[in-house]
């Protein structure tokens, strides 16, 4: 009898093992009760089975995403510090309130606002540092391991903000996690050759209801990463997985984080998955990372950030507060 061949496509095997162990993370979330993660469509947790470190790109939100749920927004900080001039501080007072002043919405709020921080000259660039330090403001858990786990992959991050340039980058800075690798397109302070902001740009400004032109705004990120087109979209507000809307791409999987909203069905419907809790977790989307990686990539990568080598369940979010009415999302 001759013997009988069989063929199996190298593909499959990778897929497969990838579908077992996320199932396997799943189960294990599901058993020990753990609400981080709520994988609206399942299906998307392998939607990046084939994808390699060269393929992908990050493209996250700030505000609220990169830092946690009850963290201070960057106009927030800027608006309200006690280190601002008073007359700047009762200008910018009004655009604090977002339940008695609903006139100025949309695009027209960060217009009047940087029109604010232009005639005040704040903040004096010499200052946002300590703005920054002394500000609540502190990363979502596990976000720096995420940022550090991509900076060493390799993997360009996009950060699209309706805050403020400046603000993101010190606080990356003082985290240690102003890497080569991340790009910021967000409303940068244009301070010349003084210490006040003579003008802010781009304009129209990059707003929670532009995301859409990310991809316009970034141009150069996306000509210098045009090979790359496997998304991950981070984002808090419904209208951030829109940074994503005009970039080419074969595969997306986009994260969204609830933080203290009462109500996830918005974002069960914008997102493929969704992370309860202000202080819910960026681990899962670290674990997506490294299931992309080759195990050999993922062992020495992890070996040169100092962590550890096993792969668990996501860590338990705090419980979402049922009669919690959140701020508008400005940033």
Not at 7 to 31: E, F, H, N, P
Not at 89 to 101: I, K, V, Y
Not at 107 to 136: C, N, S, Y
Not at 317 to 329: L, T, V, W, Y
């Amino acid at each position: 009898m001759a013997p009988i061949s069989i063929t199996v496509d190298s593909r499959w095997i990778v897929i497969g093992a990838t579908a077992l162990g996320a199932a396997a993370l799943l189960y294990q979330a599901r058993s020990k009760k753990l609400a981080t993660v709520w994988w609206v469509r399942k299906h998307k947790r392998y939607v990046h089975a084939a994808t390699k470190p060269s393929d992908l790109i990050v493209i996250a939100d700030f505000d609220a995403t990169i830092t946690s749920g009850d963290s201070e927004q960057c106009h927030d900080l800027l608006g309200a510090s006690k280190l601002m001039s008073k007359a700047f501080r009762d200008d910018f007072a009004p655009l604090l309130d977002w339940t008695t002043n609903v006139a100025i919405d949309g695009v027209e709020w960060w217009d009047t606002a940087h029109g604010f921080m232009v005639k005040h000259g704040m903040p004096p660039r010499q200052l946002i540092p300590r703005l920054v330090r002394e500000a609540h403001m502190e990363p979502r858990p596990g976000a720096l391991e995420l940022l550090k786990k991509l900076e060493v992959m390799d993997v360009p991050v996009l950060i699209v903000s309706a805050g403020v340039t400046d603000v993101i980058e010190e606080f990356l800075r003082q985290h240690g996690a102003l890497s080569e690798n991340v790009t910021i397109c967000s409303n940068r302070l244009n301070y010349e050759a003084d210490s006040a902001p003579k003008s802010v740009s781009p304009s129209p400004p990059i707003t929670s209801f532009t995301k859409p032109l990310a991809y316009k705004s970034a141009s150069s990120f996306f000509a210098q990463h045009s090979s790359r087109r496997a998304l991950i979209v981070l984002g808090d507000s419904v209208t951030d997985v829109d940074a994503c809307e005009n970039v080419p791409h074969d595969r997306v999987l986009s994260v969204g984080f609830v933080n203290s909203r009462p109500d996830a069905a918005a974002h069960a419907q914008a997102f493929d998955a969704v992370v309860q809790g202000s202080k819910g977790s960026l681990d899962p989307v670290t674990e997506i990372v490294e299931e992309i990686s080759p195990p050999t990539f993922v062992r020495r990568s992890i070996s040169k950030l100092g962590l550890s080598t096993s792969v668990g369940a996501p860590s338990s979010a705090p419980a979402m507060n049922k009669g919690a009415h959140p701020q508008p999302k400005k940033n």
